[in-house]
């Protein structure tokens, strides 16, 4: 087992037509950005079965709601900026 710190995206139809397609680019560049790449795994996933709360962006256990490709920027600093 690796420690590697897991994203998991909603590609399910409902999250990704609205604004996951755009979160996944934005994640993937901030990953190599932050020259993380290595340290994270990140991947999609199928519907979580909660589309009225989407889109949805897991990160570690904590399960983001209502995520766009304005705010992914700010929830993906609070789990990877701590130490800085
Ligand atoms: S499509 Fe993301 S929860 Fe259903």
Redesign the pocket.
Known sequence: MDNKKEIVI?L?????ARGNKYSVKVINNYLKENNIEEEVYFHGNH?????DK???VKIEDVMNEKVSSENITGILDKTFKKKN
């Open positions: 909603c399910g139809s409902s999250c990704f519907c979580f079965g909660k589309c989407g889109p949805f």
